[in-house]
Structures are given as structure tokens and as C-alpha cells.
């Protein structure tokens, strides 16, 4: 059992983080059938771009951050059986993170902040957004010290020791975080909010781009990790057995870490600023990343067998129909996978060098992102709210079936909303447009895949509004939940004789930094030494 | 230390695998040169219109004299300027462009005709055409609320057709 203050941080975090998440499930929706053009009421591009970058912010930055926050309070309290360090620290970085979302949500649902979810200077927003934004980020760096403090802390009482891998794959993505949103936050603090203010009348947008495909990248492991720890720590329990590898698991998360960061520039490959060396060298890096990934579906993958075979599974593939099923655990899992190996192979298309000139800022890509954000992040989400609310709040989850329904539509609706923006991709439609205006036969055969989308995006709203649904039951749940002990999986193989060096996160942080320096050093240090001009702010 | 002999073999393969991957990337960037739009060229985009290249009477198609085909473009809020242009099938094509206010990408669908225009930044891309035909130009980056309606049009024409048209070598299309 946890005590008071992790349950209630968990709670409120998780609480902000999903009714973000719903809000930004009806814009989604919106969307997809105000973009189809099928309904010429709706057509309104100021109200469009408006809901695209509030959907975006809600999605990418609150959802995650906040769902993160209280995974991790959660994490630390259970996996290293402390309390919480200085709980008061954690409600502030709470507050304050809450109180900027506020901040920028009031100029994003008013439309003065319709610059996407990715800033676009030198197209400038309210001033507020800029903060907002930063204030988030800001109050989660709270959240990152006292994760480390918790991990340092019990290190030391627990002298040779391997960290509980949960904490271990936590720990790990605080220093991702701390890594990744330092570009963004550069180029907030020094270039958006004083230009935003009037203190500068100028920004660079090509170095503005840089610093945010620093983070660009990396930010998208960061949302990761959490679902990999439920891969790792709950699903092979979950499916009635054990996890493949500890050891694997660790190397696997260290990987994400190191080759995650240096490689934002294929974020960069059309544009002009950066030189061909320099995305080359990303680009090689990009498909390194690949590895820990492809590990973990391995490590996840096995330990589903072996649990399916300790229950009378048998043959070569006979096992799978006698995988926990009507688990949620299990069944996300799955599920995530499946999506996860669709984007891989979307991914690998986008971080090719010169493929990806193909699908470049058309509809394949938020197609892509969609299957490994909404597909495989958000669904080991649900999975991890189902399976902590209960232990949470005490009160048992109010119907199992509903649960299993809700991550089946999910998984359904995202396949029939991401396979037309991927064939209408490779057609040559751009994403972020909000109708269709080139009067031209090529752009006739983009129009079937509409419906298809609208269908997927009801699909995934109703999903959605299922989820709210059943968490608000459950609160009202009169069973009490019974089980409240955390629910780790053992491994086969305790990890013993583990070198010193792999629980060293200082050795790690150095070697980040040294490849940060190689990868961003001289590309950003470029704008300081070449005649560059800067533009002038414009409104959307 | 414990690492599976599965494990081990799962590794290899996946090493394998994106070795494959990266020799078919290392294959096509330094035996046939494809390189994406990279030319780190900047530009006073305030000041385009006094610039000699992108002064507004210097845009358009330009036969070179070695028999490729120069096309100079600007990009604002809301097209691309010229608005039309015509460009022979078959026959290599610099695009230069610069943007006079925000941020703008540019994509011909069905082509690799695609890169981003930054303000402050040339942007230059080499491409050819097969297939003669209509082909909206298209902004593939937000870049405001007019955004939709950014676009142009190119007519791409059978090879010959076009230089019997266009007999002039350096010349702006009329
Ligand atoms: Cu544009």
C-alpha cells in the first residue's frame, strides 16, 4: 500500500493529464470531418488551425507530461518503497506545471496561439503561450528532481544493489527529458518569449528550428518509456509469468537514452540551414535508435510466450490463443505492439535520408506518429490507468469487458483513421491543411479516403469517452479493490553481477553530452559565425 | 551478466538488419549523389525585392546554356510566385527559392520535387520530371490562415514541344 501523498499526486496527475486527453479527443474528431470537405458548414480555417494546435498541445505536451509525472511518483514510491521526497516540492511542481497549461490553453481555445504545436517562428503567438508552455516544462523539472534525489537516496542505502528496473527505466527517462527539453526551452526563453514581448524584434527561424528538432525527436521517447516500463514490469506478470530479461531491459532503456538525443535533424532533412553532412550523420544515428526498440519487442514478446506456455499453451503458434486475453494488460500490449512495428517501418521510411522527400509534411506523417503516439503510447496508457486507478483511489474497476472493449475500438479506430493518411501520403496530400483547395485531377483521388478517416475518428471518440467513462465509474465503484500491493513482474534470471557502469548515470549523462556535442555543436554554433538575417514577427 | 543465446541471435539479426538499411542509404547518397535539400545559402528576406535573383523581374523559367533549366520562386502568404510555369519532362531542374515572410514548404505531389523555404535561407533542389502532365505546387508547411489556398500551377510538357516553344537561351518565360 502507498501512502497518502503518492496515491493523491498520482491521482491529480493523472486526472489533469486524461481530462486533457478528452478535450482533445473531440477536437481530434472535429478534425478529420471538417477536413474532409463533406460538410461545407463546418469549413473554418481560423476555428481548424485553432483546434489542430490545441489538439496538439493537449495531446503531446499535457496528456504526456502529466500522465508521466504520475507514473513515475507512483514508480518511485512503490518500486524503491520510500515516500515520496518532500511532498510539498512535488505539489508545487504540480502547481506550477497546472497553472501553465492554463496559461496557454486561454490564448490556444481563443485562437491567438494558432501556431501548431510546433511554434512555427516567425509566425508569433501570444506571449502567454510561450510562458504557458515553458511553465509546464518548468514544474515537470521539479517532478525530474525529486527522481533523483528518490533514486540517489536509496543507491545509497542500498550500496551494490541494481535499481529496481521500473525506477531504472524512470530514472532513465528523467535524464532523457532533462536532455530533450533543454532545446525547446532554449528556444523559448531565449528567442520566443523576449520576441513575444516585444524585448527583441527579431528571431532566427533557422536556428529556432534547430533547437526544437533537438527536442523534437528525443520528445517522443520521452512519452515512450512509460509504456516500455508496463511492457517490461507489468505485462509479463499481468499475462501469468515472468520477464524474459532484466538485464536486456536495462541496456534497452540506456540505449533509448544515448541514441535517442542526437538525432533531431531528420526532423531537418528539407530544409535549407542545415548542411547534407550533418543530416547524414543524424540520419545514421536515427537508425541505431531502432535497436533498444526492436529488443524490447523481443524481451516483451518472449515473455508472452513463455506466460502462455506456463498456462498449457503449445505448438509453434498455438500459444498465442492461449495468451491472458481478457487481461487489459495483456491485451494492450499486444495491441501496441502491433502498431509499433506498422510505425517502425513508417519511421525507417521517414529517417532515410532521401526517401524521405517523398512523404516529407504530407498526410503519411502524422499517419506515422499517430500509430506510435496515439497507437502504442496512449493505448500502454490506458492499460496502466486500468490497472493503478484501482490501486489508486481503492475501489475495484467497475467492468473488465469495458475496459477490453475500449482498447479493441482504439485499436480498431486508429487503423482505419492512420492507413488513409498513410496511402493519401504517398499521394501527395499535405498534412495540415484544412480543405482542399487545388483544382486539379490529382488531388480527385485523395477524396475516398475521407469517409474512412471520419469512421476511425468516431470509432476513437466513442473509445475515448469510454475510457472517461469508466474511470468515473470506477470512483463510484462501491467493491473496494482488493488487491492494492503493486504488481511487478519477476525475472527469470534476477540480474546479478551487473557492471557498476550500467547503474552509473553520470558515465551515461557524459557520454549524451558528448555526442550532443558532436551532433548539435558545430550545426548550432553556425548561426553565430555565418551572416545570417532575421525575421520579423508575423501574425497567423 | 545473462544474455540468452535466443537473445544473442535476436541482436545479430537486428544489427543485421539496420546495417542493410544504412548500406542502402550509404549506397544512394555516394554512388548516385541523392542528397536532400541542404545548401546552408542565406538571404535578406526582407530586402528580396533589391536582391538581383529574386527581384520580382528575374522570376520564372530560365534556360541555361548548358540545356538545364533554372526556375527562380518566391514564396509569401498566399502563393508562390510566378503563378503558373511550364517545364519540360525529362530534363534536370534547379529550383532556387526564397521565402518574403514566413516559413513555407513547397511539394509537387507524385514527385520529389519537395523542401522547406525558410525566411532567411535560399533553398535549392535539382529534380527532373517524367511525366508530363498538371501538377499543382503546392505549401506543405503552415504558414497562416490563407494556408489552403497557397498553391501554384505547373504544366509539365513532352521535351521537344516545350524547346520548340521555348527557342531562347537566359530568357524569363513571357
Ligand atoms: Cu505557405
Redesign the pocket.
Known sequence: MTDTHTRQLSIWNFGVAFSAFLIAAFMGFYQVVERSGIFPALESAKVYFASVSSHGVLMAYVLTTFFIMGFGYYTAATALQRPIWKPVLAWAGFGLSLFGTVLAAIPLLTGKASVLYTFYPPIQASSLFYIGVALLVAGSWVWCVIMIVMTHQWQKENPGRPIPLAMFGTAANVFLWLWTSAGVGMEVLFQLIPWSLGWRDTVDPGLARTLFVWTLHPIVYFWLIPAYIAMYCFVPRAAGGYLFSDEMARFAFLGLLVFSLPIGFHHLYMDPEQAAGWKLLHGILTFMVAVPTLITGFTVFASLEIASRLNGGRGLLGWIGRLAWGNPMVLAAVLALLMLILGGFGGIVNASYALNAMVHNTAWVPGHFHLIFAGTTVIMYFAIAYHLWPRLTGKALCNNNLALIQLWTWFVGMTLLSTPWHVLGLLGQPRRISSVTYHSLLTLAWQPYELFMIMGGALLLGSAVLFGYILLKSLRNPSPQVDLEPNYADPIHPPRDMPAWVENMKIWNVIVAGFMLVSFGIPILQFFFLKTYDSVPWGY | MHIDPLEKKWIYIVLGMTALFLGGIFFTTFVFDIHPPSNVETIDSARLHLSEEFAEDNLGVKRQPDGTIKVIMV?G??GFFPRRITLPADTPITFRWASID?L??VHMPMTNMSTMVVPGYVSEITTEFPKPGDYPML?N?Y??LG?DF?WSKVTVEEKQAWMRRHPNFGGGES
Open positions: 514564396a502568404r498566399y514566413v513555407h514548404g505549401c508547411e504558414c497562416g494556408h497557397m
